[in-house]
């Protein structure tokens, strides 16, 4: 089992450019979380997707962040037109139950995507 | 809304010698589930000791022990014998009980960049 994959592992993007960062739960997993890490921070809830539903986006900012996990291939976060304050530490974690199934089994997290925006 | 204080940002040991790493936090629920998690420099998050809030006795993961005391909403954790592979940043996390709303949702403290000196 390859655990939570995310990619990139950094992705640099200019001013005004879209990131698109990408992340595969583990096999069986059908429940999403992306978290942020602002530098010195600790990590902070943005979305909980589960395959076509966005169950919970009351951590995403309000523009230009989107979120989404079709029913075929990875979730995607994307955030448009990038400034520097986006720059962060985003991390991906994925369990195979959403509610007290999240309290049994617990996440399991990715490494991260570094995104830095020069 | 739950808070997660660290109080120390950076902390070191000596190799084989015994560190505790302080975790204070706010609630107004009675049941509810404390983690401590290890982020090395490859950025994985680790879960390292759980504890649930309405067992009395103090969780224990090999070197890793937590002193969980309720009343004072304090969760520390003790790293006995250190090794080098212990150095990372430690992160303490609080989480709503499985019967409330948000129960899939992790709050973070900022951290303890933990140092182990050989």
């Known amino acids: 089992n390859a655990g939570v994959m995310q990619n990139p592992r950094h992705l640099v993007r200019r001013r005004g450019q879209e990131a698109r960062l990408r992340c595969s739960p583990m096999k069986g997993h059908s429940h999403v979380y992306w978290y942020r890490q602002l530098p010195e921070e600790g990590l902070k809830f943005m979305v909980y997707l589960q395959k076509e539903n966005i169950i919970d986006e009351s951590g995403m900012p309000k523009e230009r962040f989107s979120a989404e996990f079709p029913k075929e291939g990875p979730s995607i976060l994307r955030i448009q037109q990038v400034v520097r304050g986006d720059s962060a530490a985003y991390f991906c974690?994925?369990?195979?139950?959403?509610?007290?199934?999240?309290?049994?089994?617990?996440?399991?997290f990715g490494s991260g995507t570094r995104l830095t925006v020069v | 809304a739950q808070t997660v204080t660290q109080s120390q940002p950076e902390m070191s040991v000596q190799e084989a010698e015994t560190v505790t790493l302080s975790c204070t936090y706010d609630?107004?629920?009675?049941?509810?589930?404390l983690f401590w998690y290890k982020q090395p420099p490859s950025r994985q998050m680790i879960l390292v000791i759980r504890?649930?809030?309405?067992?009395?006795q103090n969780a224990t993961e090999n070197r890793f022990s937590v002193n969980f005391q309720k009343a004072a909403k304090s969760f520390s954790l003790k790293i006995s014998d250190s090794q080098l592979g212990d150095a990372a940043m430690y992160f303490c996390a609080y989480r709503s009980p499985a019967s409330g709303g948000s129960n899939y949702k992790l709050t973070f403290g900022k951290g303890t960049l933990l140092t182990v000196n050989p």
């Open positions: 974690a994925s369990s195979p139950l959403g509610g007290p199934g999240v309290i049994l089994y617990g996440y399991t």
């Open positions: 609630t107004s629920e009675s049941d509810y589930y």
């Open positions: 504890q649930e809030a309405y067992k009395q």
